[in-house]
């Protein structure tokens, strides 16, 4: 193993390749992304996406912000080379919603908005309520670990340049042509 | 005995119970031998925040209660919630304005020169008189205190921290070996691949040559 200060700045292109994945699969296999378990039925991108692009000696940071909001200037971003490095997301159990930011580089979960939970009113309530939001963070932080698991197992197979990356780059492409 | 005080000695709900988190993940590395939970609660206790008002120091970092942030108490296993224990790193600091510091240190170098009736003092004296003039208004000023939560699933070997400042998270790590002997691994893109994804020895060898992908052949 790595030293992990060194492994931080090292590996932070692997988190921003998570991110940029992420993407293209919300947009393109959904359905590949929520296994059974999670209990989620939906994933989509919240208000929020950042990307960057550090090629060709260029250092740019687009931020795209709002609900809703055009994401053709971020993928027009993904074409010149650019890549995500933080997003936020929404993730639904029927009724329920998650609301979280995901940085790219820490992995670190921020802004999360679990699903809201009764008020505390008295010493008695407190045991259950942080019980409650241990299972609620358990789930946002369970759903993050089960998506980079699956991109890292893909990141690390060889079908990865011979079949995601051509898969990504056909729908970077098209996604110019809208 | 837990008391209720999470939201009046805090003026706010925030960490664990509060709407809007941001949580950084930790692996915890290693084990606590034997009798768990009183050696969790004296370790804490030990290491417990220690109050700098009206003493001369500009920083301290402790552990406290997560219900009672101003009275530090682990007693009667209060930091265990089911199989997760919680309570919080607090980190007092006091800052000096440097305009304050500067102005006091203008008097009391007219007041030694007036005193010694010289025009100029050497630059150890200056520097002497400086650390006294500090260190006198860090008794006069209160540490101002920051609580950030973290839970520990201790069976599962994972630790969440409420904040992802980083100087918070530095502060957690050193006082977090300090207090167990156990190390804390911060989980990032290379160390959650490593240790939480179930990879074979040949993906790990690939982990380790990983260069970045260009999504786009025909970037710009």
Known sequence: MIDVSVAYNRYKFLGHEFLTWLWHMIETDKDALLEPSLEMDDIYIGNRVVLENSSHNRDEVISIKGDGAGLEEGLLALQKGAKVTEMNLVAKAGENEWRFSLKGESLNLSTLKPPETGNVEGEEDVEGAVLEKIYLYEKAVNLTGHLYRQFIKRRLSPEWETQTVRNMTVWIGRAAER | ?220
Request: charged share 30%.
């Open chain 2, 1 to 220: 005995m837990r008391s209720f005080a999470v939201n009046n000695e805090r003026g706010v709900i925030m960490g664990v119970l509060s709407s809007s988190v941001s949580i950084t993940q930790y692996r915890v590395e290693g084990d606590i031998d034997t009798g768990f939970m009183d050696t969790v609660a004296a370790k804490l206790t030990a290491n417990a925040i220690r109050e700098i008002d009206n003493e001369p120091e500009e920083k301290s970092a402790g552990w406290t209660g997560f219900e009672s942030p101003f009275k530090p108490d682990f007693t009667g296993s209060s930091f265990m919630f089911g199989t997760h224990l919680v309570f919080s790193l607090r980190i007092d600091k006091k800052s000096i304005p440097s305009k304050v510091v500067a102005k006091q240190l203008n008097m009391a170098v007219a007041k030694r020169l007036a005193e010694s009736e010289r025009e100029t003092l050497h630059r150890n004296e200056k520097t002497e008189i400086k650390d006294e003039v500090i260190r006198r208004l860090l008794l006069k000023i209160p540490a101002t205190p920051n609580m950030y939560d973290l839970i520990w699933n201790y069976e599962a070997k994972i630790l969440w921290f409420f904040t992802g400042l980083k100087a918070a998270n530095e502060e957690l790590e050193t006082l977090f070996n300090k207090t167990f002997k156990l190390s804390l691994i911060r989980m990032f893109p290379y160390t959650e691949a490593l240790l939480a994804c179930d990879l074979t020895e040949a993906e790990k060898d690939r982990l380790e040559k990983l260069s970045p992908t260009a999504f786009f052949k025909g970037a710009a």
